[in-house]
């Protein structure tokens, strides 16, 4: 048991040592066009899935039907999401397709199909490290952040005359449209 205990510790301080030293000697590559091994990014998805989940277990978000709460978050999502993840009939802007990791489509994938709205109010409440995913809270109100997650979980598929229709009439509830 007690050579079982030593070995265990000289493994663990080798490791240490180790990674230290490939962390000094730059082995990272910290670039944004150089894509992450897939051990580190499968270890960073799992990360970030589960502080996700666990984060917003708790959370008790106010009904997303209100068409006004809907509308706002239209406009919240042209004049300040759309920049960098698109929207429909609007590709990324160009500083966005530089960005590591991609910042995704969100009228498809986990956004319309895994996460939860509570989910996504966190996320874009909260931000995401080391992604660029701002965190909202910083600079915009509740109900910005209620009406873009609002907006968001409406987008499955949309196509691009239905979101210019929303978007023209969202625009039309308030003197100066984005
Ligand atoms: C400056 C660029 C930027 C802006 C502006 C931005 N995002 Fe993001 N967002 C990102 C990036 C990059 C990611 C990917 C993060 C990752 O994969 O870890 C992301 C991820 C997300 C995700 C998670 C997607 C998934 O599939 O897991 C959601 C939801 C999201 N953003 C919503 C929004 C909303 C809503 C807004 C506007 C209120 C917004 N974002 C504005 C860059 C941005």
Redesign the pocket.
């Known amino acids: 048991m007690k050579s079982f205990i030593l070995g265990m510790l000289t493994l663990f301080v080798v490791a240490v040592l180790a990674s230290s030293a490939g962390i000094w000697l730059g082995v990272y590559n910290v670039a944004a066009d150089v894509p992450h091994w897939e051990i580190t990014r499968m270890t960073l998805e799992v990360a ?1 899935e589960r502080s996700i989940a666990v984060r917003s277990g708790d959370l008790k978000l106010p009904s997303l039907d209100d068409p006004e709460l809907v509308r706002a978050g239209v406009l ?2 042209h004049e ?2 759309r ?3 698109g929207a429909p009939g609007h590709p990324r802007e160009e500083f ?1 397709r530089g ?1 590591y ?1 991609l ?2 489509s ?1 009228s498809s ?3 319309q199909d895994e ?1 939860k709205s509570e989910e ?1 109010y966190w ?2 409440k909260n931000g ?1 490290k080391m ?4 965190a ?1 809270s910083a600079f915009d109100d509740e109900r910005d952040i209620l009406g ?1 997650v609002a907006f ?1 979980k409406r987008m499955k598929d949309m196509q691009p005359e239905e979101y210019g229709g929303l978007l023209e009439k969202s625009r039309g509830t308030r003197p100066e449209g984005p």
């Open positions: 970030r919240e999502f300040t999401c920049v960098c993840h966005a960005m990791p910042p995704p969100l994938g986990d956004v996460l996504v996320i874009v995401l992604s660029g995913m701002p909202f873009a968001v």
